[in-house]
């Protein structure tokens, strides 16, 4: 994502504990920014997993 692009779209994402837990442990692991940054990197990623599996 480009840095000049206006984050203007909130999404409220429900998670249990242990969900959060992960995400933060790979916040601190990561010496992230914020949590909203890693669960951004994290959407991602996955997506470009999941584009690339559909595409072999």
């Known amino acids: ?3 000049a692009e206006k984050r203007d779209r ?3 994402v429900m ?3 242990e ?3 992960k995400i933060d442990d790979f916040r601190f692991a990561e010496r992230a920014f ?3 940054a ?3 990197e994290l959407i991602e990623v996955g997506l470009a ?3 690339k599996q559909a595409q072999a």
């Open 1 to 3: 994502m480009n840095m």
């Open 19 to 21: 969900e959060l837990d």
């Open 10 to 12: 909130p999404v409220t």
């Open 49 to 51: 997993a999941q584009q």
């Open 38 to 40: 890693v669960v951004r």
């Open 15 to 17: 998670f249990t504990k």
């Open 34 to 36: 914020s949590r909203a």
